[in-house]
Antibody, heavy 114, light 108 residues
Framework: QVQLVESGGGVVQPGRSLRLSCAAS????????MHWVRQAPGKGLEWVAV????????YYADSVKGRFTISRDNSKNTLYLQMNSLRAEDTAMYFCANEHFDIWGQGTMVTVSS | EIVLTQSPGTLSLSPGERATLSCRASQSVSSSYLVWYQQKPGQAPRLLIY???SRATGIPDRFSGSGSGTDFTLTISRLEPEDFAVYYCQQYGSSPYTFGQGTKLEIK
């Protein structure tokens, strides 16, 4: 069935890096743009980044620009989020979603703490 | 950046009542890229409405969306117990793709 499964979350110290993955199945991954969205504990949703289906175009929220990089490997049906220079305010559940936000993963939790 | 402001912040209603949720944008939003979600605790958001007024697959017809330009509305015609949750609007026509802050629909 159509599915997105995130992985790679965990506890990391401020200033360190982490890479999240999102494995897609059940649909033609290479045809769709993909997004990362995050939600801090008890807070609302925040869009993080998008990558076009062919990887040619990427946009970021100002809060992560210059620190996070979105990428994809269409041969592996996988979306990535490389997170560098992590801050306490990056602590959140990170979701991946497809182009029109009708498919979401279950999320992976990232906690930035010393 | 397009700022989406949802009102009210919290809505207290009883099952069977009608719920009207508002989403106002700081500048005009393409209706094609205005969506509404429902989110329950511990779950990912669930797409309810896309293109401002089209119901997503499997969404009951008690949910409806309307509006254009800067004013959008989500209406739940007769509340069921499972409808009590947090609702978000979002626009993805102009980067950054912003969300409203959410409306919590609680049981009165």
């Amino acid at each position: 069935q159509v599915q997105l499964v995130e992985s790679g979350g965990g506890v990391v110290q401020p200033g360190r890096s982490l890479r999240l993955s999102c494995a897609a199945s059940g649909f033609t991954f290479s045809n769709y743009a993909m997004h990362w969205v995050r939600q801090a504990p008890g807070k609302g949703l925040e869009w993080v980044a998008v990558i076009w289906n062919d990887g040619s175009t990427k946009y970021y929220a100002d809060s992560v620009k210059g620190r996070f990089t979105i990428s994809r490997d269409n041969s592996k049906n996988t979306l990535y989020l490389q997170m560098n220079s992590l801050r306490a305010e990056d602590t959140a559940m990170y979701f991946c979603a497809n182009e029109h936000f009708d498919i979401w993963g279950q999320g992976t939790m990232v906690t930035v703490s010393s | 950046e397009i700022v989406l402001t949802q009102s009210p912040g919290t809505l207290s209603l009883s099952p069977g009542e009608r719920a009207t949720l508002s989403c106002r944008a700081s500048q005009s939003v393409s209706s094609s890229y205005l969506v509404w979600y429902q989110q329950k605790p511990g779950q990912a958001p669930r797409l309810l409405i896309y293109g401002a007024s089209s119901r997503a697959t499997g969404i009951p017809d008690r949910f409806s969306g309307s509006g254009s330009g800067t004013d959008f509305t989500l209406t739940i015609s007769r509340l069921e117990p499972e409808d009590f949750a947090v609702y978000y609007c979002q626009q993805y026509g102009s980067s950054p793709y912003t969300f409203g802050q959410g409306t919590k629909l609680e049981i009165k």
